[in-house]
């Protein structure tokens, strides 16, 4: 069966610029996850959606960064005037519903170079 | 903020060898998780711990949940070179977090021939 997938799987951008990183859950997986993963570091929880509730943003780590999730499917994370900190491996999951008891299934994951 | 401490950062052994990765936390966590990761994917789930005490085993592998649910061990017998990756704790703090996972450094394993 289809897995996570995440497109583009490279993105090489300059320094202020957009970016858009797309992520397909499972089908029938109601809770995305979006984690940043930097060189040799663990991962870092950015945002969450379950079903029609309001997504939990807490870890965006500045107002650049925001994502959407339509139609309860497809979800993109946006990167606006990308800086080289941003730079890293951005990781999507999916669950069947939030909770820790839950798998989460994982995307390969968007290589992300600012330069 | 609930952080997870992984230990070691990295190992290096010889076939055969056993080792032992531990996770630590000042908080408690409704439910840990482990995961391995291989070099251009994502972490793979190996286990949730749940229960305060509990031990899971699969194949080589012993999971260990700490009494108080704040601290975990992975421990691995006999490793062979198979094994070598990134292995993740993860932990659920539940409550108004829940299902937002928080994840330790991590334990890049490598195992020789």
């Known amino acids: 069966g289809a897995g996570v997938s995440q497109s583009p799987s490279n993105k090489v951008t300059e320094k202020g610029k957009d970016v858009e990183l797309r992520c397909d859950p499972i089908?029938?997986?109601?809770?995305l996850y979006w984690y940043r993963q930097s060189l040799g570091q663990g991962l870092e929880f950015l945002i969450y959606?379950?079903?029609?509730?309001?997504?939990?943003k807490s870890g965006l780590p500045s107002d650049r960064f925001s994502a959407e999730r339509t139609g309860g499917s497809v979800s993109t994370l946006t990167i606006q005037r990308t800086q080289q900190e941003d730079s890293a491996v951005y990781l999507c999951?999916?669950?069947?519903?939030?909770?820790?008891?839950?798998?989460?299934?994982f995307g390969p994951g968007t290589r992300l170079t600012v330069t | 903020t609930q952080l997870l401490e992984q230990s070691p950062q990295f190992l290096s052994i010889q076939e055969g060898e056993n080792l032992t990765v531990y996770c630590n936390s000042s908080s408690v966590f409704s439910s840990l998780q482990w995961y391995r990761q291989e070099p251009g994917e994502g972490p793979v789930l190996l286990v949730t711990v749940v229960t305060g005490g509990e031990v899971k085993k699969l194949k080589r592998l012993t999971f260990q949940f700490g009494d108080a649910r704040k601290d975990s061990s992975l421990h691995i017998t006999a490793a062979q070179p198979g094994d070598t990756g990134l292995y993740l704790c993860a932990g659920d703090a539940g409550g108004t977090s829940y299902g937002k996972l928080t994840f330790g450094q991590g334990t890049i394993l490598t195992v020789h021939p």
């Open positions: 089908s029938g997986h109601t809770a």
């Open positions: 959606f379950q079903g029609n509730s309001a997504p939990d």
């Open positions: 999951a999916s669950s069947l519903a939030a909770g820790g008891t839950y798998e989460q299934y």
